[in-house]
């Protein structure tokens, strides 16, 4: 029996596992124990994601809805990339090349999300690019590039922060969103080290937790200013690390001054001492690490949140010593890669910026056309997705990896903006949401089926193995991006061979960022994984141009919506453990469990409303409006209510404000009315 070595088809930390056949179609999935990463640990979607495989709704042929019937119909390969390609040159030369946009995903390799860029400016000319993972973790992206000149989630390994003294987790239910990460804590606590979780939930992650603080959602740049202004009142600031490795210290000091815990207390619902234990706990620590994930991030004032936590770290002299600093842990599969080369709107190619004339002379090289053929930057994801069958917005939208019905806030509306279009074009595994609404459906390889690479959340580059041949009529997202490409009479070629591609992204990052040029397929294989720049970053500096961190003011202002006498209460979503994303393929295994969504809320507010445990209750936004059975609870803040995202229905409630410097919509709080 043959058995490969790959790894989870989920998040981003990419656990190591191994693959066998079983039976005629079907796998099975196996421990890896020598991977680093996991060390043969997955989590339950690990465990039976070769369940898809198998799965009455995969599709396995192109389909083609019928303009006589408006229904979808099967149809050759040929028939529908034709039909594709020439609907696109209709549309481009009636309405210019930005007619046509292209949304990717995060859960693509890097291979994918390589060629999806390449596409989008060679062969289409169209600036109108972006992705999900604009929905990941583009404040924390944001915010790194501003502090420290580069953004890689984790500047150093993942199990690094079980040497730590004490790990400050700020919006993360790491237990439930990647378990086999948890043991980490675990370790971290039996050598006498200290874990903090801060968010609005007492989640199981929480239940770890030496302090847990419960502050009110979009009030967590609040709390690090706070406990900043203490540190800095208990003289816990190391002033020699802040003199000789940063800029921007005194401003930032003057801009916590006014933030004194009963203040602190008054804006978050955090008690004032808590405040203090907080601030005490990492000023008595020689080594703290700070970690922030979508809880903290996907606000309108993401980048600041994670500007302010980054300010903790570095006043008390944390990033680039060893087990200390800042990271964020990476939510999709590729959240990491996937933005690294060229699939987001401002970006080319190992994390060079599109309005660069020099990136784009180097690209342009590699590419084999002209720097001027490149277009500038375009929309980013809620702008390109609002735009869409609008008076000067895209007419035709190709979608590889998203479901953007379930995915994207505001979800009515953009359901209207996608059913506007001219033709919408979707590849995917399975009939999701988004595949429904489209003119043309075309079904692509899943992770056993096809080779390439991802990245994972420390910045190491692994290698998913082809381990069986997909269906008959199944092909990759490489073959569909050539197919276009040769339709559409690209001036350059495009491979479809995933180890061909990854060395043209190697030359094409050369030199950037996220330089990937001395990685190949061989060294992945060898190593176990290879990281691109050091595993461990700042040692000797920051990739600023004076090798100093900045320390940049972030001051709150608050959720974008505030509760009022219509909307009472707060809202805030997130994951559950057996669900991941939009549940287009978790929905789809029957060993996981799939209890629909669900509406958690305190005995408080649900006696206030008068909800029961497993009755219905409706929440409502200025959005639309959502109802699913009550889950009564203590472990939430009685004022707050919250609803997990895998299903159609909670991305109808939430708020599209977006943060000024990443675009990250609101997800993560907006004010909500509750009725049992």
Not at 138 to 165: C, H, M, T, V, Y
Request: hydrophobic content about 40%; overall charge negative; aromatic content about 6%.
């Amino acid at each position: 029996m043959s058995v490969t070595e790959t790894h989870c088809p989920y998040c981003s930390l990419q656990c190591g596992m191994r693959v066998a056949r079983a039976g005629r179609a079907g796998i099975e999935v196996r421990a890896w124990e020598e991977f680093p990463v996991n060390e043969g640990a997955l989590c339950r979607k690990g465990w039976t994601a070769g369940e898809l495989r198998g799965s009455r709704e995969r599709l396995t042929t192109p389909l083609v809805r019928d303009r006589a019937t408006g229904t979808l119909r099967a149809a050759g390969w040929d028939e529908a990339l034709d039909l594709v390609a020439g609907r696109l040159r209709a549309l481009r030369a009636e309405h210019g090349a930005d007619a046509v946009a292209v949304f990717g995903g995060g859960g693509l390799t890097n291979e994918k999300a390589y060629q999806l860029g390449k596409l989008a400016r060679v062969a289409l000319g169209t600036s109108q690019i972006d992705y999900n993972g604009r929905w990941c973790m583009s404040s924390a992206a944001s915010a790194a590039n501003q502090a420290f000149g580069i953004d890689r989630g984790l500047p150093f390994p993942l199990a690094d922060i079980e040497q730590a003294d004490v790990v400050v987790l700020v919006g993360s239910n790491l237990a439930e969103t990647m378990p086999p990460a948890a043991r980490h804590l675990d370790r971290l606590r039996e050598r006498g080290g200290r874990v903090v979780v801060v968010d609005p939930r007492r989640t199981p992650t929480a239940e770890r937790a030496d302090l847990f603080v419960q502050p009110v959602p979009g009030t967590d740049l609040a709390l690090a200013l706070g406990v900043l202004h203490l540190l800095d009142a208990a003289g816990a600031v190391d002033e020699e690390y802040v003199a000789t490795r940063t800029t921007g210290f005194d401003a930032v000091r003057r801009s916590v001054a006014a933030w004194w815990p009963e203040r602190v207390e008054r804006v978050t619902g955090v008690a004032s001492d808590e405040v203090r234990a907080l601030a005490d706990l990492l000023a008595g620590a020689g080594r703290v690490v700070v970690l922030t994930a979508r809880g903290a991030e996907q606000h309108a004032q993401g980048t600041a949140t994670v500007l302010a936590w980054i300010n903790v770290a570095l006043a008390l002299g944390m990033p680039g010593r060893p087990y200390a600093g800042y990271g964020c842990l990476t939510g999709q599969g590729n959240g990491q890669g996937g933005r690294e080369h060229g699939q987001k709107a401002d970006q080319l190619p190992g994390y060079r910026m599109i309005d660069d004339p020099a990136a784009r002379a180097h690209v342009a090289a590699v590419w084999g056309v002209d720097p001027a053929s490149l277009p500038g930057k375009g929309r980013s994801a809620y702008e390109l997705l609002d735009a869409l069958g609008t008076p000067g917005g895209p007419r035709a939208l190709l979608v590889h990896g998203s479901n953007i019905v379930v995915s994207a806030p505001n979800a009515t509306h953009i359901t209207r903006r996608l059913e506007a279009l001219d033709l919408l074009v979707v590849c995917d595994l399975v009939m999701s949401e988004t595949a429904a609404l489209a003119d043309v459906v075309l079904p692509v390889t899943q992770w056993v089926e096809e080779t390439g690479t991802m990245t994972n959340l420390e910045g190491r580059v692994v290698l998913r193995q082809r381990a069986i041949t997909p269906p008959e009529g199944v092909r990759s997202d490489l073959d569909v991006i050539a197919g276009l490409a040769a339709r559409l009479d690209a001036p350059v070629p495009f491979a479809t061979d995933p180890e061909e591609v990854f060395a043209e992204l190697g030359r094409a990052s050369a030199g950037g960022r996220a330089d990937y040029s001395d990685i190949t397929y061989d060294r992945i294989r060898a190593e176990g994984g290879v990281f691109w720049g050091s595993p461990r970053m700042f040692a000797d500096g920051f990739a600023t141009p004076d090798g100093r961190a900045r320390f940049v003011v972030a001051e709150h202002a608050g959720a974008a919506e505030q509760p009022d006498a219509d909307y009472p209460v707060h809202l805030t979503t997130g994951r559950v453990l057996a669900q991941y994303q939009s549940g287009a393929q978790t929905r789809r295994i029957r060993s996981l469990p799939d209890d629909g969504p669900y509406v958690e809320l305190h005995p408080l507010l649900a006696e206030r409303v008068g909800a029961t445990d497993g009755g219905p209750v409706v929440v409502r936004t200025r959005r639309g409006e959502l109802t699913a059975p009550a889950r009564v609870v203590m472990t939430i803040r009685p004022d707050t209510v919250f609803v997990p995202f895998h299903w159609v229905g909670a991305n109808r409630l939430t708020n599209d404000a977006l943060d000024p410097s990443s675009r990250m919509p609101e997800f993560k709080v907006c004010a909500a009315e509750v009725i049992g």
